[in-house]
C-alpha cells in the first residue's frame, strides 16, 4: 500500500495547495480518499485525473468535497476528447442529502453502509462514525498487510484507541494546539491526536488538517510529548509506503 497526501489543510486551502485529499494505492488500484478545495489541481502533479478507480468521501463539509463537481467536469471533458465511456464511482454516505450529488453523466454515487466493511480493489474498509457537527465517518483501510487509519474530521474520542490499534500509518485531524478546546467545530489538538496513536500502539502517525494560524513545527513538538514514534506534519507529496523514498 501507497499513500500520498494531496491535500493536508483545514477550512480552505493556502496558496497553491489544496484541503483534505489523499491517494491510496495498492498494485495498479487507486483510490482517493475526500476530494477538498484544490484536489484536482495537485493531484495532476501525480495521477491523471481518469488513473482513478474509485473516490471515497468521509462527509460533505466542503473542504472534503469542494473538487467533486470539478472532478465530475474533468471526467466528463476527458470521455468526450478519449471517446470513451468510462465512469467513476464515488462511494458517500447517505445520512446528508448531498449524497444525490454524487452521480453525475460519468460518475456513480453508490451508498457505503458504516456497519458494513466495504470491499474497494484490494482494499477492505471499515468505518468509525466521528464527533463531528454532521454525519461523518474515519475509515480503517487494509489491504492484508498494512493498514492505513483516517480519523477524517473529528473532536476526541476513546473509541479511535481500538479502531486504530497497531494501524502502520495513521492520519490525524490536528486542527488544534495543545491546550485549546476544539470539541466545538469537531477537531482534535496535538495532544490529542499523539494520545490515540500512542495508546493504539501505531508505527507513524501524520498530523493533517492544519490550522491556519500559529506554527505548524509546534504541533509537531507537542505530539512528541505523548507519542515517541514517528510523527510528520501532512504536506503535499509526503508518502508512505511502496515507493516510498
Known amino acids: ?27 495498479n488500484y487507486t483510490l482517493l480518499v475526500d476530494c477538498g478545495s484544490g484536489t484536482l489541481s495537485r493531484l495532476q502533479q501525480f495521477k491523471k485525473v481518469t488513473d482513478l478507480d474509485a473516490v471515497i468521501l468521509s462527509h460533505y463539509h466542503h473542504d472534503h468535497i469542494a473538487d467533486l463537481g470539478v472532478l465530475q467536469y474533468a471526467w466528463l471533458v476527458q470521455n468526450s476528447v478519449e471517446q470513451t465511456k468510462k465512469t467513476l464511482p464515488i462511494y458517500g454516505h447517505s445520512e446528508d442529502v448531498a449524497f444525490s450529488k454524487l452521480s453525475h453523466q460519468y460518475t456513480d454515487g453508490i451508498a457505503y453502509h458504516p456497519e458494513e466493511t466495504l470491499q474497494l480493489g ?16 474515519g475509515m480503517r483501510i ?37 491546550g485549546m478546546d476544539g470539541s466545538g467545530p469537531g477537531h ?9 496513536a500512542s495508546q493504539a500502539n501505531v508505527d507513524t502517525l501524520w498530523l493533517s488538517h492544519l490550522p ?14 505523548f507519542f515517541h514514534g514517528t510523527i510528520q506534519l501532512a504536506t503535499e507529496g509526503l508518502t508512505w509506503g511502496e515507493g516510498t523514498q
Not at 501507497?2 to 496558496?15: E, F
Not at 484490494?122 to 465517518?137: D, E, G, N, R
Request: net charge negative; proline share 5%.
Open 1 to 27: 500500500m501507497k499513500i500520498t497526501v494531496i491535500g493536508y489543510w483545514g477550512g480552505y486551502p493556502a496558496a497553491g495547495s489544496a484541503t483534505s485529499s489523499y491517494l491510496v494505492e495498492k498494485g
Open 122 to 137: 484490494p482494499f477492505s474498509i471499515s468505518f468509525l462514525k466521528t464527533t463531528h457537527p454532521v454525519p461523518c465517518y
Open 142 to 178: 487494509c489491504d492484508g498487510t498494512d493498514t492505513f487509519v483516517y480519523t477524517a474530521d473529528t473532536s476526541y474520542s476513546r473509541e479511535w484507541i481500538p479502531f486504530a490499534k497497531g494501524a502502520d500509518l495513521l492520519v490525524t485531524d490536528t486542527n488544534f494546539y495543545k
Open 188 to 196: 482534535m489538538t496535538s495532544e490529542e491526536a499523539a494520545t490515540i
Open 212 to 225: 491556519h494560524f500559529g506554527q505548524h513545527t509546534r504541533l509537531k513538538q507537542e505530539a512528541e510529548d
